[in-house]
Antibody, heavy 118, light 107 residues
Framework: QVQLVESGGGLVKPGGSLRLSCAAS????????MSWIRQAPGKGLEWVSY????????YYADSVKGRFTISRDNAKNVLYLQMNSLRAEDTAVYYC???????????WGQGTLVTVSS | EIVMTQSPGTLSVSPGERVTLSCRAS??????LAWYQQKPGQAPRLLIH???PRATGIPARFSGSGSGTEFTLTISSLQSEDFAVYFC?????????FGQGTRLEIK
């Protein structure tokens, strides 16, 4: 079955960096667009970044533009999110998610918690 | 950015009741509207896309309607497993945006 497994979260100081990974299995990874979506503790959902089947199609939320970089390795079936210059407001569970159809999102991974605190 | 507003924020209902959740977009999103269910400690799950078609495996008691700026999600007869938070999402324009959620709690 389709599985998305995130890793790489943890505690980081403000200004620090983290790289999240999402290992995909159970489907042909290279033909699907993928997204990162986050959820601050007790809050709603915020879409962070999107990468198309072709890595040339990339979008970012304004809140992370210039600090985060999304990428994919279709040979390894892995999605990445490089997060630099982290801020306290970046604290959230980060979900990796696949396009169900045209930016409708399903399924989602189980999420990885990123905590930015001194 | 399109702002999605859900109402009410919390709804207290009894099992077996029919419930309607609302989602309003700050500008037209055509029918490019999805609904998700999230249970505590779990990732969201897709229920509805294209404003009304159910995703694979979603029970028929869930139905969606609307277009443009006004949308509803109706659960015809609440089951115990339906008590959760529901989010709407527009995917008509970048950036993709979500509503703040409606929490269904047991009365």
């Amino acid at each position: 079955q389709v599985q998305l497994v995130e890793s790489g979260g943890g505690l980081v100081k403000p200004g620090g960096s983290l790289r999240l990974s999402c290992a995909a299995s159970g489907f042909t990874f290279s033909v699907y667009s993928m997204s990162w979506i986050r959820q601050a503790p007790g809050k709603g959902l915020e879409w962070v970044s999107y990468i198309g089947r072709s890595p040339s199609i990339i979008y970012y939320a304004d809140s992370v533009k210039g600090r985060f970089t999304i990428s994919r390795d279709n040979a390894k079936n892995v999605l990445y999110l490089q997060m630099n210059s982290l801020r306290a407001e970046d604290t959230a569970v980060y979900y990796c998610a696949r396009d169900y159809v045209s930016r409708v999102i399903d399924p989602w991974g189980q999420g990885t918690l990123v905590t930015v605190s001194s | 950015e399109i702002v999605m507003t859900q109402s009410p924020g919390t709804l207290s209902v009894s099992p077996g009741e029919r419930v309607t959740l609302s989602c309003r977009a700050s500008q037209s999103v055509s029918s490019n509207l999805a609904w998700y269910q999230q249970k505590p400690g779990q990732a969201p799950r897709l229920l509805i896309h294209g404003a009304s078609p159910r995703a694979t495996g979603i029970p028929a008691r869930f139905s969606g309607s609307g277009s443009g700026t006004e949308f509803t999600l109706t659960i015809s007869s609440l089951q115990s497993e339906d008590f959760a938070v529901y989010f709407c999402q527009q995917y008509n324009n970048w950036p993709i945006t979500f509503g703040q959620g409606t929490r269904l709690e047991i009365k």
